[in-house]
């Protein structure tokens, strides 16, 4: 059996490298890695997305890819194209970028709806279709994409589809200053991403994710996930609330944490921690709750505080 935490603890080190002072955000990458879930780093430009990923794909023995999103992007750009061969006198397919395991879409949001959407078959059910031919992804296969925050200029807004394929949306934010002075003395001479290598190889890593699925989770955490859910589906600032696969994506997620930190049963401090990042990329915030300007984290973070655990004993005064 492999050692869950410390496959998480080395790809976290080695990561720490690159960034500095995000434990969290690292964490919950390592997170999405162990659930085979996708990760959409949303940030303001040179805040560390693209390295974060650039970092996590050094630290593994996959395939990795880069596209490079803009919006004069088709759909073939991504998912490859059927070429002639005027020797054969047949169609040849010719894979496009997406045709590796780790993929990163740098910027997704600077590419038209039609060409994000691309992703889609490809992100959840491991496969492309070209020209009426499906072809299987190998595993594992990850996509970590990074946007700006849709108030920049040239920018689309996901399409509710894309962001549901996401287990996880995570924010960088700016470095204190102590980091960001590491940071430039960490970059004097060379960029410390191009001296990190791979800790974790492949077959290790899918070990990781099948064993992360035996962490039990018992019927009260399962309760407390489902009326957290609930909970989204009505609020009254929520005109869409999170589907049933945020459900999934927080059993998933919770089962990850746990097994990373050393145990192999989930608590409610692991639904707590994830639930944020889980669900609320997910809610369509009302329209008279977007001129409040409701943030979607705050509406999560309301639901959190008003939904008892259950199973929990209310202390006496």
Partial sequence: MVDVQAVGQKIVDNVEQVIVGKHEAVQSTVIALLCEGHLLIEDVPGTGKTMLAKSVAKSLGCKFRRIQ???????SDVTGISVFNQKTREFEFRPGPVMAQIVLTDEINRATPKTQSALLEAMEERQLTVDGVTYPLERPFLVLATQNPIEYEGTFPL?????????????????????????????????????????????ELMAAQEQIKSVHISDLIKEYIVSLVNVTRKHPDVYLGASPRGSLALYKTGQARAAILGRDYVIPDDIKALAIETLAHRL?????????NVDPRAVVQEILDSTPVPGARVRAK
């Fill in 284 to 292: 369509i915030i009302s329209p008279s709750a977007r001129i409040k």
């Fill in 69 to 75: 999103f803009t919006p004069d992007m088709l759909p």
């Fill in 159 to 203: 399409p509710e589809a894309q962001l549901d394929r996401f287990m996880l949306r995570i924010h960088l934010g700016y470095p204190s200053n102590q980091d960001e002075i590491t940071m430039l003395d960490s970059q004097q001479f060379t960029h410390p991403v191009t001296r990190i290598e791979q800790v974790v190889p492949t077959e």
